[in-house]
Nanobody
């Protein structure tokens, strides 16, 4: 599995960014793919996950209502649309994937994902 993340940058509070994760090698209909982030001095945390099996999505409480994960089937890319960005969203964002389904209670654990893209830095600052 290969994952390539892009789209990070510097944005003012209240602004928007869209991250992209181009992927290949996910060969099942049960894969899960999503976004994690890691701020300086903090642990990596799950932001949003998409389940290929039924198309359901989940979000961390801190981003609900502001971030949207979506998938473009035609180009094997997953997006994270981030609106109303806050300084506390500043972090390196990673996309991650696994071939098989997880129960949702485990889906936000970074340890459950064997495949990772390189990070892309998002900085929210005035």
């Amino acid at each position: 599995v290969q994952l390539q993340a892009s789209g990070g940058g510097l944005v003012q509070p209240g602004g928007s960014l869209r991250l992209s994760c181009a992927f290949s090698g996910l060969t099942t209909n049960y894969y899960m793919i999503g976004w994690f982030r890691q701020a300086p001095g903090k642990e990596r945390e799950g932001v949003s996950i998409l389940s290929r099996w039924d198309g359901t999505t989940r979000y961390a409480d801190s981003v609900k209502g502001r971030f949207t994960i979506s998938r473009d089937r035609g180009v094997n890319t997953v997006y994270l649309q981030m609106n109303d960005l806050k300084p506390e969203d500043t972090a390196v964002y990673f996309c991650a994937a696994r071939q098989n389904r997880l129960i949702w209670s485990a889906a936000f654990s970074a340890a459950q994902y064997p495949s990772w893209g390189q990070g892309t830095l998002v900085t929210v600052s005035s």
